[in-house]
Structure formats: structure tokens, C-alpha cells
């Protein structure tokens, strides 16, 4: 695509102008001390550096900020951080996050995000598992591009770190209740303090609820609620200076009705839902109801137990970090969307345990070098099954559009009798679909990093990462959909069909008996038998393995200006499609059938997506001064074999793209107006190509644009700080999000899907020297409507549905901090 070259180049060459000119070190703008900024550490290399000493392109935001700007969970944060995108699909467990357009991962339990996500060094392997309210926050750190040297084959996109803060040894806590719209209330406490010398603990819950913003016509019941609560115990032992360990323990629990979509197109499916009873809204996206017969269900348990010894010595250091992980997760969806009981079950089981082991040594071989090298290993078991069956109104529905093609009314009936079935077999209520998978993951990664101090001010950089993935899967099905079973071309010449006559389709110039007419019913057979596997021809095992590293020149053009050039690879392993649209590869499925291991219906598919390798390039440069500090960075970035994940349906379809690349900048800069005023800024400019993707689920997509990715994001913040009498304070805060518009999906039509953001937040809020403080706040002021995501509508060809994002939400806080 490239159409924003003249944009970019005037922006990249503004960009170098102004580096080159603050580089100059007699600039007394960054001769002063940095009188209004605290020194921000952050962990991007897995150790303590500077925000601004750090050559890593990452985005800080810090306690204070989310709790001024009310972000209650990590989807939220994409508010203040424009290069992640965060979107909410159609369960509570089923959100996807991208850094830079880049990620994947969101409802297929085979695939693990692109985007790693880790809660105090801890990774979570799901999107579910890192939606909980975020307790005792001390910054998130959002790290663009591929992260594989140093974590591993989960952040080939990029990392989101969350960091909490360690118990206290000096009592304190704090208690909140925010209360707000469609019956918002929140809860939130936690405690810290001493419990001898040497050892420290902390106590935090939170409980979450709020009714639903989207209506149910049907029976009036609310979608899109809120019920969640989570609790969390952190033990700090420090019996010296040289050894720490921390133990946490943390339990979360969703239980919600959850996800509303809207009808965006009404197809010409429409018309037969309601001439058998059904309702529903068309044609309208931003209606916020929706007519289903019952409620979804969304039912989520996170659990989790880690340690992490820290040994500090005179010229070394060595961290290590245990977990143990669960997640259970079981929702059920009327996954037609309609009143008609066209799917009476769309039912999701899954559970994954996870476990966990790094080992980090961190010293320096005198003033010149600093050395890291770490082992990670994980081992993780899922297991996820799933059912998709008919209603009692599917076959009804298939009646009236098989007469609606210029087939007789009667042809479900006549091909059961003429087959010698029981009337009712075919789209029988509870007919469909069980799928049960399971995926065995083992994964061990390697990696080193040098610092090599050449001079005072220039650092070469030097990682690499060793990463070795063994996954293996289990599919089978129960497949009682008889319907979909049927050869048709078969069938046909059963019937006195000549062999060549019985693939040849009727049309209105080749009208019966010249044709098979029962090839017009090949769209109803929904749910084909899924292949088991593993099998003969199929093993369902992966052995991946890849070197990934990372290539560094940082400079220190003066005292607080730095800049640096970077080159960074990143991989993520084979990925497994556990959907119930996994199917083998042609070749595979030719030898099946020879084989007489597979029936003439089956067709072929995707079983996998074989790894994504990723390629960065990066040109960076920080500053800071007297009343603030920016950052800029240039980059270059690539993905081959690009794993894409597009729903189908009734599954998903897991294939590779050739390439996907980006070109783009990104700015972010903190200022001080006044004393008083603070400003927060941050701009994302992106070029994004499919450069090669001849064999989408949706045909070549070679040279178009990736959908999702807005090529401008910005964000504007500002925040106003005053003293009052007697020692109280006050805040206003205000921040804007944008986001340019696109295509939302692939498989959608751009003119029914596309999406622009433009969100306003606001807070106010004042603290009295007793440690008591008060606020209002409001997110997504001016009601703007945007989709976060839309696809095929299930069963309904020609018809399209989509998530809307959430409306104006508003509400008060109260909050009581002592101690320390």
C-alpha cells in the first residue's frame, strides 16, 4: 500500500532535524537538572535502568497516572499507550492485544499471543488470565517490537510488564469504592506492613460489578456486565542485604453475560429468521441490543503461586522465578444472535495449567562489560472442548431457504425417506458438534546479553536467545450432524446420475435431470466431520527451534540526550488449530483418502501455522530536560509467516501469511507547562503491507493493507495540579485518544466494517493532608461509536455481526489511604 510516503518522510525528516539539533551538547535546554521529573526506573532489559538511559522503545505508565486516569484493568491502558491496541471479542476471556498492528492469539486456545504478558516476572500464557483488576500497581511497561532475546518465544510483537509494588516494612494500606452508571460499584483495599524484622506482607481484593450497557429485547435481560473479584497475599522475606524472597498468592474469579454484538448487515438470511418466529435488530451497529433467546454465559477462574529469590552480591547477582498457574474457563453463547432458536448451544470448556521456571545471572567482568544469562523453561497442558449444536428452529429455517433457492420445501423430508432415515434426523435439536482437544507444550529458552562500555559514552549491545518448542495435540470430534456427512455427488449417481453429471451443479441453463440438484445444499452442511488426529499420515507434533538475537549501538550525545540503533529478530513457535475448522493440509488429506482414512466430503484446511519470525529495525532517540522528556523512535518491522487467525463461522481458519511489514514512528514526550500543568503526548505513525498473502481465507491480499491497524494513533493528556487551603490538593485531568480509520476485518467488507477512535476521558479529583480523596470521572465523554471487532454472522450467509465498543461511563470515588 505505502500511501502516506510523502506524510512520513516530511515527519521522519522533521524528526532527524530536530535530533540533530538538541544533540548539540552546548544546548543549555538539557545543560539543567531535571527539576520537576522523578527518576523512573523500569526492568525492559531485565534489570534496573532509567526510562532514560534504557535503548528499548517502551511506553511507562505509572501508578499515579492509572489511578488519576480510573484504569481498572489492562484494556483500559490502551487509552494512554497509542501503539497497544486492546479489543474485547465475544466472551470476557477472549481479547486480543497488538503492539505496532502486530499480534494474534485471541480465541483460539492453540495459539498463544504474539504479545507476551507478564504480572510481576510471571507469564501468563492467555488473554484471560491478565484481566483482573490491577492491585497495588507500581508502573506497566509496554515494550514495542520483538522481545525474544530476552523472553522467549511469546513476544515476538512485543511485551506488556506489570509490576506491583513488594510488601512494605512500614504499615500502611488504602481502601477505595468507586460507584458509577448502569449501577457501577467498585471495591478495592489492601494492606501492608511489617511482620517481624525480616519479613513483610501485603493483603489486596477487589471486587467489580456493574449491570450490562447492551439490552436483550427478548426478555430484557443486560449483556456486557461486570462481576469479577479477585484477591492476592504477598509475603517479602529479607533477612539481609544479599538475599530476598517473595512469594505471591492470587485468586481471581469472572462471572459475567457477556459479549453484546449488533447486526451491521442484514443478508438474505433475515428474512427466514423471522418468518420462523425469530427477531432481531438490522442493520444497525451502534444499537446496543440485540434479540437472543438466552443468556451467555462467561465463567472464569485464575489462579496462581510464585516465588522469587533474588541473591545479590559484590559483583554478581542471580534471580529466580517459580510459578504455578491455572486457568479454567467455561462460557456457552446463542451464537446466532437472534431470537429463533436456530443454535441452541455454542458451549467452551477449557483449562490450562502452566508452569514456569527462570534462572537470570546478571555480573560485570570488570568496568567494561556487563553480562546477563538465563534459562526459562515452561511446560503447559490444555485441554479445551467445545460443542456447537442445532436448535429446535434450524430446521425450520433450512426448509424455508432451501425453498427461497428453487428447492422443494419438502427436500430434507424426500432425501430422508429416499435414504431410508427417520423423518427429523437431519438438524435434529442437540444435533451438531463436540470437539475435545488437548496440547501439550514444552518449551526451554537460552539466552545471554553483553553490554560492552566502549568509551564513557557509547554501549555496544550484544544478545542472543536459544529457543526450543515441542508441542503435541489431540483432536477428536463427535460429530452427530448427519446432514453434513452426506456426498451429495454420491448420492447423485445413486439416483441414476451419470459419474459426471453428479458434480455438475442446476442453474437455470442446466435444469434437471440434467445436473445434481442436491449439490444446491452443500452451504447447509455446517459442520463437516473433523479429521482426529493424530493419525497415520498426521503425528500432531511440532519441534521447533530458532536463534534469535539482538544487535545495539547506544550513544550519550550529552548528559540527557541519547540515542541509539538497533537490529532485533524475534520468533514465536508453530501454532496448533484446536478450533472446529482444523483440517488437514491438501496433501495430507489426499493420503488420508487413498488411505481410506478419510471420507470424499472432507476438505481440506489448515491443521497449524508454521512460526512467525520477526525483523526489526530501530533508530531511537531519548532526551530529557528541565521540564520534561520525549522519546522517538524509527522503525522498520517484519513478520514471515505471519500467523493469521480469521473466523470462519463456526471455526477458525490458521494459516500463514508470507510477510507482513511496517514502517512507522513513534513519539512520546512529557512537559511541564508550569509548575502546574502536565502535559502527556504520544503519536504512532504507521505504513502496514500484506507484502505477500496470496492464500488468505479471503484470496490474495498481497500489497493491501493488514485490517486492524490504524495508520495514525495519537493521545493527548493533560493533567492540572493545585494546592488548596489547609493543606488539601486537587487534580483535573483530561486525555483524548485517536485513532484513524480502517478496515476492521479481513473477511468483512470494508463498507459494513470500518472503524475511527476518538475518545475523552476526564477526572477531578481532591485529597485532604488526613489521606482522604475524592473524585469524578468520566471515560468516552462525547459517546463516540466505534467497532472493536465484527465477522461472519454463524449460519446466516451474506449476513455480518460486530462488537461496538463500550458508551459514556461515568461515576465518583472515595478513597482512604494511612500508614507509611
Known amino acids: 500500500m505505502r500511501n502516506f510516503k510523502g506524510l512520513r518522510r516530511s515527519a521522519i525528516s522533521s ?20 527539576a520537576f521529573l522523578e527518576e523512573i526506573v523500569v526492568t525492559a532489559a531485565k534489570r534496573e535502568q532509567t526510562l532514560q538511559e534504557v535503548p528499548i522503545s517502551v511506553s511507562v505508565t505509572d501508578a499515579d497516572t492509572v489511578e488519576k486516569a480510573v484504569i481498572l484493568d489492562v484494556i483500559d491502558l490502551q487509552t494512554v499507550v497509542p501503539s497497544l491496541r486492546v479489543s474485547q471479542l465475544q466472551s470476557t476471556g477472549n481479547t486480543n492485544f497488538l503492539i505496532r ?35 497495588n500497581l507500581e508502573r506497566i511497561e509496554v515494550q514495542r517490537g520483538p522481545q525474544s532475546t530476552l523472553f522467549g518465544k511469546n513476544a515476538s510483537a512485543g ?64 449483556i456486557n456486565e461486570r462481576n469479577r473479584y479477585g484477591v492476592r497475599g504477598d509475603l517479602l522475606f529479607a533477612p539481609n542485604e544479599t538475599f ?66 533474588d541473591f545479590d552480591y559484590d559483583n554478581f547477582s542471580i534471580t529466580s522465578i517459580t510459578a504455578f498457574r491455572n486457568q479454567s474457563a467455561v462460557s456457552n453463547a446463542d451464537s446466532d444472535f437472534t431470537s429463533a432458536d436456530l443454535i441452541g448451544r455454542n458451549f467452551e470448556d477449557r483449562d490450562i495449567d502452566t508452569f514456569t521456571q527462570e534462572l537470570r545471572l546478571t555480573t560485570s567482568f570488570g568496568e567494561k562489560t556487563d553480562f546477563l544469562f538465563g534459562i526459562f523453561y515452561a511446560q503447559e497442558d490444555v485441554q479445551y472442548d467445545t460443542a456447537l449444536l442445532y436448535g429446535a428452529d434450524f430446521r425450520a429455517y433450512g426448509e424455508l431457504l432451501a425453498a427461497a433457492s428453487g428447492a422443494d420445501p419438502n427436500t430434507f423430508s424426500d432425501l430422508e425417506a429416499g435414504l431410508g432415515l427417520p423423518a427429523g434426523t437431519f438438524f435434529a ?12 507444550d514444552e518449551s526451554l529458552s537460552i539466552f545471554a546479553n553483553f553490554d560492552f562500555y566502549l568509551t564513557d559514552r557509547a554501549t555496544l549491545t550484544v544478545g542472543a536467545n536459544y529457543t526450543t518448542v515441542e508441542k503435541d ?66 503425528s500432531g507434533t511440532s519441534d521447533d527451534s530458532d536463534v534469535t538475537y539482538t544487535l545495539r549501538f547506544a550513544y550519550d550525545l550529552t548528559d540527557s540526550l541519547n540515542a541509539y540503533v538497533s537490529y532485533g529478530t524475534g520468533f514465536k513457535a508453530t501454532s496448533w488449530n484446536l478450533s472446529r475448522d482444523s483440517r488437514p493440509i491438501p496433501a495430507d488429506l489426499a493420503a488420508l483418502q487413498a488411505a481410506s482414512l478419510a471420507p470424499a466430503t472432507s476438505l481440506p484446511g489448515t491443521r497449524f501455522a508454521a512460526p512467525e519470525e520477526t525483523t526489526v ?54 512537559w511541564y507547562a508550569t509548575d502546574q500543568l502536565q502535559i502527556n503526548f504520544a503519536l504512532m505513525l504507521l505504513d502496514p503491507v500484506f507484502d505477500d498473502f496470496p492464500n488468505s481465507s479471503v ?56 472503524r475511527e477512535v476518538g475518545l475523552l476521558n476526564a477526572s477531578f479529583g481532591i485529597a485532604s493532608p488526613g489521606g482522604w480523596e475524592f473524585g469524578l470521572w468520566g471515560r468516552n465523554l462525547t459517546e463516540d461509536e466505534f467497532l472493536q471487532s465484527a465477522f461472519p454472522t454463524v449460519a446466516q450467509e451474506g449476513s455480518f455481526n460486530g462488537y461496538p465498543n463500550a458508551p459514556r461511563t461515568y461515576g465518583l470515588s472515595i478513597r482512604k489511604t494511612f500508614g507509611q
Not at 524528526?15 to 531535571?34: C, H, K, R, Y
Not at 481502601?175 to 493483603?203: D, K, Y
Open 15 to 34: 524528526a532527524l532535524t530536530f535530533g540533530a539539533l538538541m544533540s548539540v551538547a552546548t544546548n543549555p535546554l538539557f545543560a539543567q537538572e531535571d
Open 101 to 135: 498492528g502486530f499480534g494474534n492469539g485471541a480465541n483460539n486456545p492453540g495459539i498463544e499471543p504474539s504479545v507476551g504478558v507478564f504480572i510481576d516476572g510471571v507469564y501468563r500464557s492467555r488473554s484471560a488470565s491478565a484481566l483482573s483488576d490491577l492491585p
Open 159 to 222: 511485551v506488556i510488564s506489570v509490576v506491583t509494588q513488594a510488601p512494605q516494612f512500614e504499615a500502611g494500606g488504602s481502601v477505595e469504592v468507586l460507584a458509577g452508571n448502569f449501577g457501577s460499584t467498585v471495591f478495592r483495599g489492601n494492606v501492608t506492613g511489617p511482620l517481624s524484622e525480616t519479613v513483610a506482607f501485603s493483603l489486596s481484593g477487589n471486587y467489580n460489578q456493574r449491570d450490562g450497557y447492551f439490552d436483550n429485547f427478548a426478555d430484557g435481560s443486560e
Open 244 to 309: 530476598s524472597l517473595r512469594v505471591i498468592a492470587d485468586f481471581d474469579e469472572i462471572d459475567e453475560n457477556c459479549c453484546g454484538t449488533t447486526n451491521l448487515f442484514n443478508g438474505p438470511t433475515g428474512g427466514a429468521v423471522q418468518l420462523i418466529g425469530g427477531n432481531l435488530v438490522p442493520n444497525d451497529p451502534f444499537s446496543y441490543g440485540t434479540f437472543i433467546n438466552f443468556d451467555s454465559d462467561n465463567e472464569i477462574e485464575n489462579s496462581g503461586l510464585s516465588a522469587q529469590m
Open 429 to 440: 435439536p442437540g444435533a451438531g458438534a463436540r470437539d475435545m482437544a488437548e496440547q501439550d
Open 473 to 538: 495435540i489431540m483432536l477428536t470430534q463427535n460429530n452427530t450432524d448427519v446432514f453434513s456427512q452426506l456426498d451429495f455427488a454420491a448420492i447423485g449417481v445413486g439416483l441414476g446420475l451419470p459419474p459426471a453429471l453428479a458434480n455438475v451443479p442446476c442453474s437455470a441453463t442446466n435444469p434437471p435431470p440434467a445436473c445434481n440438484a442436491l449439490l444446491a445444499l452443500r452451504p447447509f452442511q455446517f459442520l463437516p466431520q473433523t479429521l482426529p488426529i493424530p493419525n497415520s499420515v498426521e
Open 617 to 670: 529495525y530501530e533508530i531511537g532517540l531519548k532526551g530529557s530536560f528541565d521540564r520534561g522528556n520525549f522519546a522517538l523512535t524509527l522503525f522498520d518491522q517484519s513478520i514471515e509467516g505471519f500467523q493469521s487467525n480469521v473466523f470462519t463461522g463456526t471455526g477458525f481458519n490458521l494459516i500463514n501469511a508470507g510477510e507482513q511489514s511496517t514502517e512507522g514512528l513513534e513519539f512520546e514526550s512529557l
Open 699 to 754: 484470496g490474495d491480499l498481497t500489497g493491501t493493507a493488514p485490517p486492524g491497524v490504524s495508520e495514525t494513533s495519537a493521545s493527548l493528556a493533560a493533567t492540572y495540579s493545585w494546592e488548596l487551603s489547609n493543606g488539601w490538593s486537587a487534580f483535573a485531568r483530561g486525555d483524548y485518544q485517536y485513532e484513524s480509520d480502517v478496515r476492521v476485518i479481513e473477511n468483512v467488507p470494508e463498507a459494513i466494517a470500518s
